[in-house]
């Protein structure tokens, strides 16, 4: 499973690099709404690129192998995911072992594996670099809209360094403090925190994961 593993990861990066591509133009209004559906939509391509990737390893284990197709049932945090995920596995084969050889055991778990990352995709997946659009967001957000927020407050913000180095993931921008003009008073700091969040405490707002209705997580 390990060279599937790094296949995986370099198909990751191959649709990372051709996203990347796709950046939106300069003038264009994003918002975190925006920033939500990327995440999203890379989400889902990665996950098509895990199933084919384990297709592929299927199919030239077991060449006669009819795949099963699923749609996505939930979208899981870590821990959730995992109890979620044994059970799937265990309810499509009844194994609690591991089969180590050629047998219809091992056949049914690589099925069921297969299915269940169909049903229920690994919400390591969701952690990736920002795409265009929301490195667009947070560019446009910490030299736009950030310092005219505090302007109305009657603070002005340094001015961010230049350089394609200047805006990182996350909204986290080395050595600038936007709210510098308070340094030393708490409560001023976390007034215009409140009114003018930093950019990172509003990505932490949109959520890793698509939302959607399961009951695979009941008892």
Known sequence: MTARTGAVGMLAVALGALLAGCAPSPTAQLDLDDVATERH????????????????YLLSRWPSVQLPEHDVEAWLEPGQWQLVFARCIYEATGLTDVPTEQTDGARALDLATYSCESRFPPPSLAVNDPGPIEVAWVTEYVRVGLPSCLRRSGVHAP??????????????????????????????????SALCPHPSTLLESVPRLPTGESDAAGP
């Open 41 to 56: 939509e890379r989400l889902e391509g990665r996950v098509e690129v895990l199933l084919e990737s384990h297709a592929e």
């Open 159 to 192: 001015p961010v360094p230049e350089g394609p180095f200047a805006i990182v993931s996350g909204g986290v921008t080395p050595g600038w403090d936007p709210y510098a003009a308070a340094r030393g008073n708490a409560a001023e700091r976390a007034r215009l």
